[in-house]
């Protein structure tokens, strides 16, 4: 409900339901930062300075997919009360070639129709730079790289 809707409320005039759009109903906010449910630290990032920590994630990163580690100051499409766009995630955020080749595929999976663009800091410590095989992307890259090397193998079998 709207500041608009209350004001209206107050006087006792209600939306005409008919003139609201009816895609808005449908399409969720999309984030660009995949949601990552990992919470544990590691060992050699607990004591770090926030100003290093870019720095040592990517001496520490183990993934084949080379992530790239950056600051991300994500604004969103709302705006706040003061007119200025409202911030959709700010911090450290990764992206990589994984994350742009199958973001969207994982994206339409969870009910979005906007790709995942980056990963967050939690998500780069436990797949970037400790086991990849927890990465969801990863292992749909993975996948794919398997299928295809089977395929170029029954080709070249043939």
């Given at each position: 409900m709207g500041l608009l809707d209350g004001i209206l409320g107050l006087f006792g005039?209600?939306?005409?339901?008919?003139?609201?759009?009816?895609?808005?109903?449908?399409?969720?906010?999309?984030?660009?930062?995949?949601?990552?449910?990992?919470?544990q630290i590691p060992e050699w990032a607990s004591s770090l300075?926030?100003?290093?920590?870019i720095h040592t994630c990517m001496q520490h990163a183990v993934c084949k997919f080379t992530p790239h580690i950056e600051y991300k100051k994500i604004m969103s499409a709302?705006?706040?009360?003061?007119?200025?766009?409202?911030?959709?995630?700010?911090?450290?955020?990764?992206?990589?070639g994984a994350i742009k080749n199958f973001g969207?595929?994982?994206?339409?999976?969870?009910?979005?129709?906007?790709?995942?663009?980056?990963?967050?800091?939690?998500?780069?410590?436990?797949?970037?730079?400790?086991?990849?095989?927890?990465?969801?992307?990863?292992?749909?890259?993975?996948g794919q790289d398997t299928d295809l090397g089977k395929r170029q193998r029954r080709v070249g079998g043939a």
């Open positions: 005039k209600k939306e005409d339901p008919a003139s609201r759009s009816p895609k808005a109903d449908k399409v969720k906010a999309a984030p660009q930062v995949y949601p990552s449910t990992f919470d300075d926030q100003a290093h920590i709302r705006t706040g009360v003061d007119g200025n766009l409202e911030p959709d995630y700010e911090g450290i955020a990764c992206d990589c969207r595929q994982l994206a339409l999976h969870d009910g979005y129709v906007q790709s995942y663009r980056y990963v967050n800091l939690s998500h780069i410590y436990a797949c970037c730079c400790d086991k990849p095989r927890k990465c969801t992307f990863y292992s749909l890259a993975t």
